[in-house]
């Protein structure tokens, strides 16, 4: 076997860690200077990397190490539970949230569908001696009409931006029969369209009613 | 006001108490392997970056990773090797992402002269061997220079070596065996 044979035996040997030479290596190494040189170069070289390899891991290994990894698993911790706490919040606000809409949609529904079968009654605020209600003049209005219609003809303009006063179904209807009867009764027709006077009314002496004779019959807006 | 509580069949029931004492239970042993394990990491970091601060920031980032998974990590061979294996190649990013830095902040100077003549006795003993083992290292097979860093860990055998990576022995030798030929080529 040639010197290159021999050393790249003595390499292996080395690499693998194993110090023991085999027999036939060790014999070229007692007859050969050159190879004897290189084996101890090479022991050499190998020595010097295990002990670089060593320094390169063996640092002492710093006091703040754990106390760091500590101090950031805690850091870790408290956004999750601050985020738990966050989401039973966001939960909590997002359900009273929802029903306070679903409550409001239904009740301004139910605003709306009063509304749309009452008549909207003007009102008029008129000088320095309070509020004094101007009640609209009803045109038309028959007994069986589902939604009688008020107009406010004696209103102003500015009656019309004044707020609605909404009346019940029931109200409305008598109220609609009522005006219908005031023809006959054109006095109460006229008190009740003109405007209240600042005269303090005069004491009135009303008769006691009789009633002979009483005949009971049905409403109309009774029939089936 | 009566609580209604739902009972799987097959289930066992877990009250607050448990789960807290749980939870303790997992803190604790987590404990445990940052005592046993901590250094091990800082370490193979120290291995790969050769810089303490640098290498404690890795270790410590491991480790917090490690803390995340630790529900899958409860059984401590894996915890080890799992460790090892993820500060590795976070050591490894990191180490790349510091050289690009230098490389953008060197472009345009000249390249740096390297030595030539000195016997291997005389490197042996200089720092500057000590630099170019670093750079033989460096272009080591990453599974071969895992293996030559954890065999060259202070008490650690190559039978754990096998352990902490899951590897064969055989393989640990082959992967060691290969890695000191190859630094010896580099350096010789």
Sequence with gaps: ?????????????????????????????????????????????????DSGVRAMVNEAVPASLSPRVRAQIAEADMPRRMWGVSWSFAAVAVTVLVISVTVLKRSRDNTNKVADRSPAVGQRASGATGVRAVLPQVAAVGPKRRSPEVQTATAPREAVKAPEVIVLAEERAAFARFVTDLPEEREVAVAFTRPATDAEDEAVEIALLQIDELDVKPLESSNP | ?????????????????????????????????????????FRVAHGVLRNAADAEDVAQEALLKAYRNFGRLREPARFRGWLVRITFRMALDRWRSVKRREKRETQGEPPEQRAVGPTVEELAV???????????????????????LLAAIEGHTLEEVSGVLG???GTVKSRLFFARKQLAEKLR
């Design chain 2, 126 to 148: 200089s720092s500057e061997f000590q630099a170019r083992l670093e750079r033989a290292m460096e272009e080591l097979p990453e599974k071969f220079r895992l293996v030559l």
């Design chain 2, 1 to 41: 006001m009566r609580e209604l509580v739902l009972i799987q069949p097959g289930r066992v029931l877990v009250g607050p108490s448990e789960r807290e004492s749980e939870s303790c239970r997992a803190h604790r042993e987590f404990e445990e392997r940052l005592a046993e394990c901590g250094p091990l990491a």
């Design chain 2, 167 to 169: 590897i064969p022995m």
């Design chain 1, 1 to 49: 076997m040639s010197c290159e044979g021999y050393r790249d035996k003595l390499i292996a040997a080395l690499a693998s860690g194993d110090s023991s030479l085999a027999g036939d290596v060790a014999v070229h190494l007692g007859i050969c200077a050159e190879c004897k040189k290189f084996y101890e170069a090479q022991v050499h070289l190998f020595g010097a990397i």
